[in-house]
């Protein structure tokens, strides 16, 4: 590209940016909100970052340091203790998920259950989350991949500890929703950690 080509499209993306920032004004303008021209804007995409290395990944381009995951939490960044990462979790689920699937086949083949087996399988997963919880630190799962529930003030995790994170956890979505220590909403909500024994 030559550089009367490449400050062609400079110019035409700042003007284009320069429209977009003047017709948000004007439509703020003209449904009575008051702005300042100088607020008004265009985000680049690079300070949003992409909907694959989330937000995490725009804040550090942006400069602002968050620390590595546990950092706040006085874990350390790597070994034993420090704050299990995505991929550990993902294959404990799967694990966890596998076996309640064993053990629904047998209880339904055994108890000659009618029962659709993904409701039998979800109770298996629950109870199983919430015993093994409650009694070790960690379901089948998570004990098998190295990872351990520890309570933030040190306690023993507990059955009401281990209740409150399983019912959120079985509604998916606040295990889905982590904060920067990579902690989901059923961990804060818990006051709990995930992190690596080995």
Known sequence: MSESQRQFWRWDSDTTQERAAGDVAGCAQASGLRTRRSLVGVVDRRALGSWLQGPRAAAQASGVDLGYPGERLGLPEHGPRSVARFGPRLGAFAL???????????????????????????????????????????????????????????????????????????????????????????????????????
């Open 96 to 198: 966890d998920a596998l076996m309640c699937n064993l053990v629904a086949l047998g209880l339904a083949q055994v108890g000659g259950w009618d029962a659709e087996r993904g409701t039998v399988v979800f109770w298996v997963f629950a109870v199983e989350v919430l015993v093994l919880s409650a009694l070790g630190g960690a379901s089948a799962g998570q004990r098998l991949v190295g990872m351990q529930i520890v309570r933030l003030d040190g306690r023993a995790v507990g059955l009401g500890t281990a209740l409150v994170r399983t019912v959120l956890l079985l509604l998916l979505v606040p295990a889905l929703i982590w904060d920067r220590d990579q902690r989901g909403l059923h961990d804060k909500a818990a006051r709990t950690v995930l992190i690596r024994t080995r």
